[in-house]
């Protein structure tokens, strides 16, 4: 009975959990906006690569503070963790080529994107949680 009441402990309860993924999620909606609102603002004077990687920067800054702040409250210090956001951004597109490549014979392209984004968003829930912002790492 000990054991069990340690473990529980030492593991966040679903309904914590399904909050935090709920406001991840939410924190990348925001950035994707955010994305969004640059590509269209910069349309008028360069070109839409550029235009949509700057949007793609301002996103990613966006979505690594507000997780930061709002979904994983944590201390760890900027130096470590936004080297690791990106690293989880960059794992997260290349999980997404993979997903997309391996269905791609197998599911319309839509649902496809939707089956790839969904396991992207666990992922980097997850990578996040317990690498980028995990404050007990030395």
Known sequence: ??????????????????????????????????????????????????????????????????????????TASCGRSFPRFVTVAIIGIAFNAVVIGALVDVLPIALNQAVASGLVLLLGYFLNRTWTFDDHQV
């Open 1 to 74: 009975m000990h054991r069990l009441q340690d473990q529980s402990i030492a593991r966040p309860d679903l309904l914590s959990v399904s909050k935090s993924l709920l406001m991840y999620g939410g924190a990348g909606a925001i950035g994707t906006a955010a994305h969004f609102a640059v590509l269209f603002a910069t349309l008028q004077f360069m070109d839409p690569v550029p235009a949509s990687t700057l949007g793609a920067i301002v996103g990613c800054v966006i979505n690594y503070f507000l997780a930061r702040r709002f979904v994983f409250a944590s």
